[in-house]
């Protein structure tokens, strides 16, 4: 499986974005895709995750701002970010977990897209 992020950039706090992660290869073996972020400084962190059978769920800083979904026949998941925040800014990831993996913990996904720049201003 292989992972494309993309639509990072700089937004003014209280604005959106919309990141979309590029799913190549045989989604089977995948039980669950995820999104994870990393400010400078600080380790990685839970984002949003959406499971096969679609049921979502939030980290609770982005819980009611931020939406996940999952679109099998384009092949693509997707992060809505809205009322963004300064504190949001990091690099976000898309990942992928097969199902004996919990992705809250980062180190559990077994695949990894290149990081996408999300910058919030104040």
């Known amino acids: 499986v292989q992972l494309q992020a993309s639509g990072g950039g700089l937004v003014q706090g209280g604005g959106s974005l919309r990141l979309s992660c590029a799913v190549r290869?045989?989604?089977?073996?995948?039980?669950?895709w995820a999104w994870y972020r990393q400010a400078a400084g600080k380790q990685r962190e839970f984002v949003a995750r959406?499971?096969?059978?679609?049921?979502?769920d939030y980290a609770d800083s982005v819980k009611g701002r931020f939406t996940i979904s999952n679109d099998n026949a384009e092949n693509t998941v997707t992060l809505q970010m809205t009322s963004l925040k300064p504190e949001d800014t990091a690099v976000y990831y898309c990942?992928?977990?097969?199902?004996?993996?919990?992705?809250?913990?980062?180190?559990?996904?077994?695949?990894w897209g290149k990081g996408t720049q999300v910058t919030v201003s104040s």
């Open positions: 959406i499971t096969r059978g679609d049921i979502p």
């Open positions: 990942a992928a977990l097969q199902p004996d993996k919990h992705y809250l913990s980062p180190i559990q996904a077994n695949y």
């Open positions: 290869g045989s989604r089977n073996s995948i039980d669950t």
